[in-house]
């Protein structure tokens, strides 16, 4: 049996769309952040790093929404479905997963807390790393410029773990988003797959 350990959030997204594409049934757990449950210690047995996700599968624990990309991809995708079976396309998709955890994942992270925080803004802070936002999301507008539709040509958990975080970006309007359309047309296109408006409405 598989459980997923999630919050209305963007990296519990990736684990429920990937979920999702793959058909699976799982019990979904919701963690309330707000109340702390991440820090109680039977959540902090799963996961030391107290975050969702966390997938629970044949009694093992996985930790770090890239883990659990890969897990269910190597486990459960027979048909290449998020995780091609092809080595260089496999590659591909790894290393656009990789990609996200140490760059989009971490950087609109700590844009996102700089900008909820109570009181007098870090404008230094937001300029850091709203710019390097910008220098990323212009890195994925290269990439699409020779006009594949997804990041790797097809489509693969390295589509799957951006997706959330910039969908939320590109909703709130910012300007290092909805000023490339490739970038647009891109997330536009993920946004139409079913699993994909499943897996985002995970937990409700
Ligand atoms: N690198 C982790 C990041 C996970 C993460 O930041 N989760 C947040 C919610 S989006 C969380 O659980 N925060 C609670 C806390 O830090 O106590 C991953 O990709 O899974």
Redesign the pocket.
């Known amino acids: 049996m598989i459980k997923l350990y999630t ?1 209305q ?4 997204r ?1 684990a429920s769309i990937a979920l999702e594409e793959l058909g699976l049934s799982y019990q979904v757990e919701w ?1 309330r ?1 707000d109340k ?1 449950e ?2 109680q210690p039977a959540f902090l047995a799963l996961n030391p ?5 966390v997938l629970e599968d044949d009694g093992q624990a996985i ?4 883990a ?1 990309l890969l897990h269910l991809g190597e486990k459960y995708d027979t048909a290449g479905t998020i995780l091609p079976k092809e080595p260089a396309k496999r590659m591909g998709a790894i290393q656009y997963a990789f990609f996200q ?1 140490g760059g989009v ?1 971490p950087n609109l ?1 700590r844009l996102g807390a700089a900008l909820r925080k109570e009181g007098e803004k870090n404008g230094e802070m937001i300029e850091i790393f709203g710019g390097e936002m910008d220098r990323l999301v212009g890195v994925l507008d290269r990439v699409l410029e020779d006009g594949r539709d997804y990041l790797g040509g097809e489509y693969t958990i390295g589509d799957i773990m951006h997706f959330p975080w910039l969908r939320i970006a590109q909703n709130i309007g910012v300007p290092w988003i909805s000023e490339r359309e490739r970038v647009v047309a891109w997330l536009d296109r993920i946004a139409e797959r079913p699993a994909v408006i499943k897996g985002m409405a995970v937990p409700e």
């Open positions: 919050a959030t963007p990296n519990g990736k963690v952040l702390e991440q820090m790093n107290h975050k969702i996700p930790w770090e929404s890239g659990i955890t994942g992270g």
